[in-house]
């Protein structure tokens, strides 16, 4: 069983800074893109950040600049560094990972259940 549990959400005034992170636990053999979408109220769900196992990433135009996306592979964990926060990036960040549980299955997508970011102004 392959779980994700994110944590480091919070209230954080408009320009503050947020450290989310994502550890990947289970039966793992290799994880390909780790990624942070988010999800603010009456929107849909959008990807703010992926990276994927040789360090290559991709952000979200709004986010470009603020937030860093980061992981440590020995430990299955990505991060999401978020400065200069605005109150449009309040929402729930959810962490995604396609996983390999053995060499011979391919690669199924995980979600975690989420952590909410609010910013206040």
């Known amino acids: 069983q392959v779980q994700l549990v994110e944590s480091g959400g919070g209230l954080v005034q408009a320009g503050g800074s947020l450290r989310l992170s994502c550890a990947a636990s289970?039966?793992?053999?290799?994880?390909?893109?780790m990624a942070w979408y988010r999800q603010a109220p009456g929107k849909e769900r959008e990807l703010v950040a992926a990276?994927?196992?040789?360090?290559?990433?991709n952000y979200a135009g709004s986010v470009k600049g603020r937030f860093t996306i980061s992981r440590d592979n020995a430990k299955n964990t990505a991060y999401l560094q978020m400065n200069s926060l605005k109150p449009e990036d309040t929402a729930v960040y959810s962490c995604?990972?396609?996983?390999?549980?053995?060499?011979?299955?391919?690669?199924?997508?995980?979600w975690g259940k989420g952590t909410l970011v609010t910013v206040s102004s």
């Open positions: 995604n990972a396609h996983i390999k549980v053995t060499a011979a299955h391919f690669a199924m997508q995980y």
């Open positions: 289970g039966s793992i053999f290799s994880i390909n893109t």
């Open positions: 990276i994927t196992s040789g360090g290559n990433t």
